[in-house]
């Protein structure tokens, strides 16, 4: 568990900065240890509690982020889950970044060229996979969980846990070889920070502390009342 105690990488339509402090989550939700979905024990991440701005349960993807976090070899999977309450309180249908972060491809759409779903990826930015695209190179968008292109949709939570945790995860490695004799827990803060805002991160304690702050505050609230260790 981190010792330590955001705003997005773009302006949103979402809840701002300072709605976190008034607490990630409001009320118990009923479900279980055990996710549905896939029947995964996600029973260490279990907080009970839903996003008081979405009303959507927070225990809902964890199976998804317990799944990512194994395969990227990222340490602390509750992290990811006070991430997802920053970016998108939750709401896996979420479109920000009217300002389009990594601008708009050639042939592309202003509405193809946003940040999506669950941890707002951004399929313009070219350090995302291509799965996410459809085959003519375009944004798969599709939010329909009946049709058949749901699968690699941006809106798909498992397809966005994993695009997110793999861009933090490639983050820690360029911060890693970057800056030597870092502890773990500040190298999550550095490559949490750089997802946010690229190359924020300038030492083992020079990062975007604005960011990192509000996605702690959330990550100790889960944290507690998960009996998180």
Not at 119 to 141: D, E, F, R
Not at 178 to 189: A, E, L, S, V
């Amino acid at each position: 568990l981190f010792s330590l105690v955001g705003l997005a990488a773009c302006s949103s339509d979402e809840p701002s900065a300072s709605d976190a402090g008034a607490g990630a989550g409001a009320g118990r939700s009923d479900a279980g240890g055990v996710t549905p979905a896939t029947g995964c024990d996600a029973s260490k991440l279990r907080t009970g509690l839903v996003a008081k701005q979405t009303g959507v349960n927070v225990d809902a993807f964890d199976c998804a982020i317990l799944a990512a976090t194994a395969k990227y070899h990222e340490p602390d999977p509750m992290i990811f889950k006070a991430i997802i309450y920053v970016e998108s309180r939750f709401d896996r249908t979420s479109v920000a970044c009217p300002n389009l972060p990594c601008n708009q491809p050639a042939g592309w759409t202003n509405e193809e060229s946003r940040c999506y779903g669950l941890m707002q990826i951004v399929p313009a930015c070219n350090s995302t996979p291509k799965t996410v695209l459809l085959s003519n190179g375009h944004p798969n968008l599709t939010t329909d969980t009946s049709a058949v292109g749901y699968a690699g949709s941006v809106f798909n939570p498992d397809v966005n846990i994993d695009v997110g945790v793999s861009g933090i995860a490639g983050n820690r490695g360029q911060v890693v070889e970057q800056f030597p004799g870092c502890t773990t827990d500040q190298y999550t803060m550095m490559a949490i920070g750089n997802y946010n805002s690229y190359g924020s991160t300038k030492s083992c304690t020079q990062i975007n502390g604005e960011y990192t702050k509000i996605v702690l505050e959330a990550y100790r609230e889960y944290s507690q009342a998960a009996g998180y260790v």
